[in-house]
Antibody, heavy 115, light 107 residues
């Protein structure tokens, strides 16, 4: 069974940093590109970043480019999102999701940016 | 960036009815389009990819169609469990972009 489990969220002050993790199981992690997608409370979905299976291709939304870094450790079956210079508008539920057209999503981890 | 315009924003329909949700892309996305269903408090679930391919395990009453800039999701014979929000996503180009969503309710 494919499972994606996010962690690392919480309450953080504006301007601070936070690192999210997503541990994958039930499939060969190193064979798949992965995404981070977020959803602000009561709002729609916003794609954040994508990393290819071997980390050769990385793309970001303009709203996070230069502040967020997506990475992965295929030996640990883990996807990461390093978030810096956080803003109130980054407050959202962050999902990791498998594949270009995401076929499996985690349950999400909440990030709240507030003073 | 490619803009995705989804309509309607909300929809009320009766059990057994057929409903259609549409997405228009600001440029040709060459069938690089997916549809997702999201129920309250749950993660999105993939329904359709490549504009018209049904994801494994998705009931056949769901179907996708379209090409170029115009795409649609059709739900035949609406069931109570179909009450949810629906989102389209283009993945033809980066940054990937989502439609604003359609909230489907029972009449």
């Amino acid at each position: 069974e494919v499972q994606l489990v996010e962690s690392g969220g919480g309450l953080v002050q504006p301007g601070r940093s936070l690192k999210l993790s997503c541990v994958a199981s039930g499939f060969t992690f190193s064979n798949y590109g992965m995404n981070w997608i977020r959803q602000a409370p009561g709002k729609g979905l916003e794609w954040v970043a994508y990393i290819s299976s071997g980390s050769s291709y990385i793309y970001y939304a303009e709203t996070v480019k230069g502040r967020f870094t997506i990475s992965r450790d295929n030996a640990k079956n883990t996807l990461y999102l390093q978030m810096t210079s956080l803003r109130s508008e980054d407050t959202a539920l962050y999902y990791c999701a498998r594949r270009v057209a995401p076929d499996y999503w985690g349950q999400g981890v909440m990030v709240t940016v507030s003073s | 960036d490619i803009q995705m315009t989804q309509s309607p924003a909300s929809l009320s329909a009766s059990l057994g009815e057929t409903v259609t949700i549409e997405c228009r892309a600001s440029e040709d996305i060459y069938n690089g389009l997916a549809w997702y269903q999201q129920k309250p408090g749950k993660s999105p679930q993939l329904l359709i990819y490549n504009a018209n391919s049904l994801h494994t395990g998705v009931p056949s009453r769901f179907s996708g169609s379209g090409s170029g800039t115009q795409y649609s999701l059709k739900i035949n014979s609406l069931q109570s469990e179909d009450v949810a929000s629906y989102f389209c996503q283009q993945y033809y180009n980066y940054p990937n972009t989502f439609g604003a969503g359609t909230k489907l309710e029972l009449k």
